[in-house]
């Protein structure tokens, strides 16, 4: 019996409506192919917190943080076909998702 080849998406982003949309989008191109898919399935979000003083020379307590968050996604594909891959070349996603894929 042969193994199954499976393929790992990972999308990331700092905005988590753009990655569930091209998540979706993703998944909409992998169901036509007939291949199974598991996902989307959410990662845990980072948060990244930078702490600056408000002031370059004095008032060492006045402090200003900021803070933004990356989502993330994963989408499993078992068994694609040649159609799958090529149909998931094709994409053009847009600037702000960063993409990872893996077999």
């Given amino acids: 019996m042969a193994a199954q080849q499976k393929i ?3 999308l990331k982003s700092y905005d988590h409506s ?3 949309k091209w998540a979706l989008r993703i998944i ?3 169901k036509q192919t007939d291949a199974i898919i598991f996902g ?3 990662l845990p979000t980072k948060a990244h917190v930078y702490t600056v003083n408000r002031s370059p020379h004095v008032d060492k ?6 803070s933004f968050s990356s989502h993330k996604r994963l989408i ?3 068994n694609p076909t040649s159609r799958t891959i090529d149909m998931l070349m094709k994409l053009e996603l ?4 960063d993409v990872e894929i893996k077999s």
Wanted: proline share 12%.
């Fill in 8 to 10: 790992r998406i990972k």
């Fill in 18 to 20: 753009l990655v569930d």
């Fill in 28 to 30: 909409d191109v992998v």
């Fill in 40 to 42: 989307p399935i959410p």
């Fill in 61 to 66: 307590k006045s402090r200003e943080q900021f």
């Fill in 76 to 78: 499993e594909i078992i």
């Fill in 94 to 97: 847009p600037s702000g998702v």
